[in-house]
T-cell receptor, first 111, second 116 residues
Framework: DAGITQSPRYKITETGRQVTLMCHQT?????MFWYRQDLGHGLRLIYY???????DKGEVPDGYVVSRSKTENFPLTLESATRSQTSVYFC??????????FGPGTRLTVT | AQKITQTQPGMFVQEKEAVTLDCTYD???????LFWYKQPSSGEMIFLIY??????QNATEGRYSLNFQKARKSANLVISASQLGDSAMYFC?????????????FGKGTTLSVSS
């Protein structure tokens, strides 16, 4: 199916564990983004990527790592999960200035 | 300084009535884009409408229209003839420089409840 997908949709992990959230888009969009959504904060940018092998930090990058070896994939890794990283994570992609499409989100709980 | 401000945490409206969700923004960039998204209880972010800073006309998409007042830096979303399915959280967002590679800056959202 065309579009943007995220996996897993739900994840529970323990403090200190490494966890990777996957994002895949089929539009061949150059630009991809990771946001987190927390109550009272709206969505905040974690990392973004302009193309394969080009990534940059957003507003709240600490504790996260990204990579983009292929245009269609943009995984987000929490190297050592903390409770403050419990959140809903959205991946998004953009092909033009007039749009930004979001994946369905991953609800992550760190215990 | 907050870039996007949504001052209404919650709004209540009856079916078939129109409702306006407020959004003000702050930017010194002359080129920018404004977006509205709907987030129902299922959690996905649904794109509703876009307005560019140089667009002369207010954007419209079906029952959604964006009341763009550039001098006042406001970009209010108007939903005409509300339906029960419009009950959701609504986010206003801005893209500074209005280039595809620029991330969106979001407001904190307004919860809309539509009753029969």
């Amino acid at each position: 199916d065309a579009g943007i997908t995220q996996s897993p949709r739900y994840k529970i992990t323990e403090t200190g564990r490494q966890v990777t959230l996957m994002c895949h888009q089929t539009w061949s969009h150059s630009y991809m983004f990771w946001y987190r959504q927390d109550l009272g904060h709206g969505l905040r940018l974690i990392y973004y990527s302009a193309a394969a092998d080009i990534t940059d930090k957003g507003e709240v990058p600490d504790g996260y790592v990204v990579s983009r070896s292929k245009t269609e994939n943009f995984p987000l890794t929490l190297e050592s999960a903390t409770r403050s990283q419990t959140s809903v994570y959205f991946c998004a992609s953009t092909g033009s200035p007039y749009e930004q499409y979001f994946g369905p989100g991953t609800r992550l709980t760190v215990t | 300084a907050q870039k996007i401000t949504q001052t209404q945490p919650g709004m209540f409206v009856q079916e078939k009535e129109a409702v306006t969700l407020d959004c003000t923004y702050d930017t010194s960039d002359p080129s920018y884009g404004l977006f509205w998204y709907k987030q129902p209880s299922s959690g996905e972010m649904i794109f509703l409408i876009y307005q560019g800073s140089y667009d002369q006309q207010n954007a419209t998409e079906g029952r959604y229209s964006l009341n763009f007042q550039k001098a006042r830096k406001s970009a209010n979303l108007v939903i005409s003839a509300s339906q029960l399915g419009d009950s959701a959280m609504y986010f206003c967002a801005m893209r500074e420089t209005n280039q595809a590679g620029t991330a969106l800056i979001f407001g904190k959202g307004t919860t809309l409840s539509v009753s029969s």
